[in-house]
């Protein structure tokens, strides 16, 4: 049997947690790093940039990104993504993070794409699933690695290093 919840409305068991949110998705973005990254260990805090391809095309524009730092507008339960390409020195290993600030300061790793090590190019992918509870929510990408000639891959023109956040329902 099909449920239908009329628009804007929630769908509550019987201690009263919502478990069907109607509306849909109702923001999809998508941000890149623009250029290659060699560093060490960091929070990535330069080169990203609003997808701009003529086939991208955002819904909504609730998140907004400064410095590396990636904050919403509306809270609500989002799905991030973050593809991460890397190269690393034989030797040393690399990986890109989901890093979270849920308002109380600090940033937690919630999610890893392994890029590898051992000189060969990697293409890694993580997912995380939060619940943005307040507009103090921020995220960022840490570069975690062990070597400072590891790169980071970006570009301008496509998605090398890559993050989105897809709002799939209210919190």
Do not use: C, M
């Not at 849909?24 to 890149?32: A, K, M």
């Not at 496509?158 to 989105?164: H, M, P, S």
């Amino acid at each position: 049997n099909d449920i239908t919840i009329a628009s804007g409305k929630t769908l509550k068991d019987a201690s009263g947690n919502a478990f069907i949110t109607s509306g849909g998705i109702t923001n999809v973005q998508e941000f890149r790093l623009s250029a290659n990254l060699t560093s060490n260990a960091q929070i990535i805090t330069a080169n990203w940039e609003e997808n701009d391809n003529d086939t991208y095309q955002q819904l909504g524009s609730i998140v907004s990104q400064s410095s590396g730092v990636f904050t919403f507008s509306a809270t609500g339960k989002y799905i991030i993504n973050l593809l991460y390409n890397s190269y690393s020195p034989s030797g040393a290993y690399h990986n890109g993070q989901i890093k979270v600030n849920d308002g109380d300061g600090t940033f937690d790793s919630v999610a890893r794409a392994n890029g590898g090590g051992g000189g060969v190019e990697a293409s890694a992918f993580t997912t995380a699933f939060v619940d943005v509870t307040s507009t103090n929510f921020e995220v960022h990408v840490y570069k975690s690695t062990n070597n400072n000639s590891s790169l980071t891959y970006g570009d301008s023109a496509l998605n090398k290093t890559a993050i989105q956040f897809i709002r799939i329902g209210d919190t």
